[in-house]
């Protein structure tokens, strides 16, 4: 039986932290992402509504800047499992190498540790992948059946 402590949880993040890194680097993109494509609707908005006259320029800028960024959120929803996933997996991997004593190498070769350590338990990433959204999908049909 495990114990955690607080102590172990910092252990592991600092033994993992080039996989930590990478995963706050693709977050970051995300988020950069999405407040360009909300800046470049704003300006787009702003520079169309001064082109046709507008009283307000302001509002046609609020208003494309907000709908840029629908469609950035609806863009990075549906790239968004896939990306993330694969990061995921394989911070868990490494997560779980660990606490099974296994040595985790350390640097940019633990990247590449936890990508083999991910395929050699479940083949590809699109394997991988279906074998997520099926587990999804059958754990929320099992926790919304009421008696």
């Known amino acids: 039986m495990w114990t955690v402590t607080v102590f172990k949880a910092l252990v592991l993040m600092l033994r993992t932290l080039p996989q930590l890194a990478v995963r706050t680097l693709v977050f970051a993109g995300i988020a950069a992402g999405l407040a360009l494509t909300c800046s470049a609707g704003a300006w787009i908005g702003y520079r169309v509504s001064l082109a046709n006259g507008a009283a307000d320029p302001a509002t ?37 190498d660990s606490l099974d004593g296994k040595m985790v190498p350390f640097g940019p070769e633990q990247i590449l540790f936890a990508r083999l350590s991910v395929a050699s338990r479940f083949g590809t990433r699109v394997e991988l992948y279906a074998l997520d959204r099926l587990i999804r999908s059958v754990s929320g049909l099992i926790t919304s059946v009421r008696e």
């Open 60 to 96: 046609y800028a609020l208003f494309a800047g907000t709908a840029a960024l629908a469609l950035g959120i609806g863009l990075v929803a549906v790239a968004r499992g896939r990306l993330l996933h694969a990061v995921q997996a394989r911070s868990i991997a490494l997560m779980v």
